[in-house]
């Protein structure tokens, strides 16, 4: 066991203990960490903290959970030159994300075409173990272009509009694709599997705008009360499994070749400029954009579907792209890295991130302009700002206003950062903020994070009518099998409304807007 | 003879924790309960055979390359396996006899996606004449 100690209402840090290079910082209130301070997630945060080039600390976001390897809900990032890459930090489901989608339709135009829809795009959009895809099974020449182009590969293939691409985290195709790093096994696995669901916790939600929390915000989002929303959440499917685990094992090899003390095998590593981690990362961005390329052809079949139904055509139905963030995966990005204590911008009071002072309308979280200016620019954000490698699993991308890799749309709003709840409560829309960029490496949670075994969530609701029970609260599911929906129930997850409520007050994103669900597809 | 099987509680994915009376049987109740995992065992038939070489330097290694090797099978050529016999080859090497079929959506209903069989806590050991191996699955 290891000493934990609280530093505000928000955080605990675990201190440098053992062979910790850097201290851990968990973001969770009391409440949160009653619920995870008896299971594995901390001591996955130290276990993180001892490999080497990890820089500031091991950080954990407000639902994180015990993984494998790294915590779920884990971000770290490393120096490149003597910093490590590690599968075990991106995890199986390479760029497993969410989309979000809105529309021009609101509650009253769906409601009576509720359970057609559901059922449609139940019969339409590919789900379930096993379940093959919306496009004919991939070849060599496909796979070589898609690896590298991602969705922008699925838009030249028909699904989707180039103005989607904007709005998807890195457009759509994280650089340095390696197709030919992708194994023939991966391939095969992923073959048939582009444009489906997959199973699990991935889904396709139909949503409304339950309330909108900053107006200002959510008109730069595009959302308004009672809007229909669809989400989006799968990944990239077996073709990412078999990625990950073929370098898993090229990674073990590795690990004892550099010397690299390893506190759980899963965490196996390669310096970033090695061939085994170069290796892993050119294959590893190929998979991601497998997995933008499966959310595009996905969102093209949603819109299809609502076309259909409801007779509209694409004008009239509105159905454009939010945003797409993923949540698995390792991305060079370029951070302040030195050690600073927590500032405020430039115009904000002391305390004011920390949610005990009120802000001066219309500045929070806003960049200074000039974000990553030229040499000689005094922003704060350029200033000793160096690339480094940032490992995300199970933790959202939540870059803040003006910053160059947030689109153009959300210049003024910060990033949108997409947090889905469970199937039955609700599901949050937040931006990010120049203190998430300082603190966490431009970070924030993923979802609601789970509380209950799958197992325990099986045995808690013997004999309950589950979907009957979801009915009568209005919302309608479809599943492969109801073993999912037992396992997925809305108890077996955190209240989400708590989990965000934390990201806020920890500084890490402002929210937006609430999404409750009216239709679910489960994989 | 034989082997016996428990559920980790473990919060997001599965874990399982084995216990047998031989190695080989070690191997071959994690391969069964992993099928059974996916779907119900039962319901597959032994029509069709097929044989695995497992090469890996260490008995944990060993076991989840085995775990791994019928996830592929299952994910890229859609086969389940009734039976998972394994024989030690030496300590590098095992060889495998599976017995199962092809998919059939009319007959199978498959219960459980698993991402891969992870490294983490990942332990082959022997303890008083017993074998005994822990695995969590990515699902």
Redesign the interface.
Known sequence: MFDVERIDDCRIRIPKQGKMRVEGIVYVDEILYKGIKDDMCLQQVANVATLPGILKASLAMPDIHWGYGFPIGGVAAFDLDNGIVSPGGVGYDINCGVRLLKSHLSLDQVKPELKNLVNHLYQKIPSGVGSSGLHPPLSESDYKKLFVQGAEWAVGCGFGQKEDLKHLEAEGALPGADPDGVSARAKKRGADQLGTLGSGNHFLEIDFVSQIFDEEKAAFLGLFPNQICVTIHCGSRGVGHQTCDDHLGIMLQASKKYGIDLPDPQLCCAPIGSEEGRRYLSAMAAVANFAFANRQVIAHQVRKVFGHLLKMNDKDLGMEVVYDVCHNIAKFENHRVSESPRTCLPGLRPGFFRGDSPSPEGVEGEAPSGFAGGEGDASPYNREEKKVLVHRKGATRAFPPGHPETPEAYQKSGQPVLIPGDMGRYSYVLVGTGQAFDEVFGSSCHGAGRVMSRNKALKSIQGRPIIKELEEQGIIIKADSFRTIGEEIPEAYKDVAHVVEVVEKGGLARIVAQLKPLGVVKG | MGYHFQ?I??????GIEFMADSLEELYQGGGEIFCDL?CDRQSIRGVHQKTLEIKKPSW??KFQGLL?EL??L???D?FLFSSVKVQVINEEKLVVTLEGEK?DPARH?????I??A?????KVWEENGKWKGRV?F??
């Open positions: 559920f509680d473990h919060t997001a994915d599965v996916v944990e290694e791994n996830l592929y299952f994910d890229a859609h998919i209903q498959i219960k459980l996606g991402k891969g992870t490294y983490h806590q990942l969590i990515d699902v």
